[in-house]
């Protein structure tokens, strides 16, 4: 996170010097310098087991396939916010173009999946849930269209690349005692104690560092206010990937909800 800041300082200092560049001739000039909070959904096409057991790059043991399978999913996670800091830069003669690079950063982005399997009356589950960060770059190309000299429609696509870091990996569950010995449960960290029907079992594994990049189309709407201030929402939709170095490449579907603010710079 103070990195994070520490670019955002460097931008807005950046900024600064471009815009008065601008007022000396200069064909570009900074439209707006703002910050932004997402509600973000982006998930793993096809996400399953193997999605989780690939980013530590194994394969899904066969005693898994085997009671959960044809499991229940009681649920599935996929939840990232994101705080974003950009500048806006304007090209010469298009008063409704922009250029919009971004700063990402995503704290505890999360995949969660929870089967349930009855055996015998008993209660068995899986539970697999990974937890990284992510510092991104972005660019974008933005049209607007002025509605009302306080209200704007805008519309365009964008494009990011990022770093993920800090990634964990958990996978706990129980499954029936007979299966203990089971093909492929030496890749699980069972209990010292298993119960008289059931085993449990939990690993918890720090996974590579890996690359992300996505592809967005958006549209959103500002509001002015006092001729400087814009707030704004933005909808987003795009595909992409991610990677570990040691482990698999998979890709994404990502949608989100951006709420932002900008400083709008004459």
Known sequence: MKSFFLLLLSGCLFSIGLNAQSQQGSSWKVKSIGLSLSSTLEM?????????????????????????????????????????????LQPPGSDDTEVQFTLVNIIDRMDKMVFEAEDAGEDNFLTMESLSDEVAFEIGLIKSHKVTNWFRLYAGGSLNSGISYNHRLCIEGQIPMSDISAEGTEQLNFSDNPTQQESYFQSCNTVSNGLNQRLFLQGGMGILFFKRVETGLTYRKGIGYRSNFDGEFYGVTQQSLNISIRWMIP
């Open 44 to 88: 793993p096409m096809n996400m399953n087991s193997g999605t989780f057991f690939g980013m530590k790059g194994e394969e899904v043991p066969q005693v898994i396939n085997q009671n959960f399978g044809s499991a229940e999913l009681v649920s599935m996670t996929c939840d990232n916010g994101e705080l974003r800091a950009s500048i806006s």
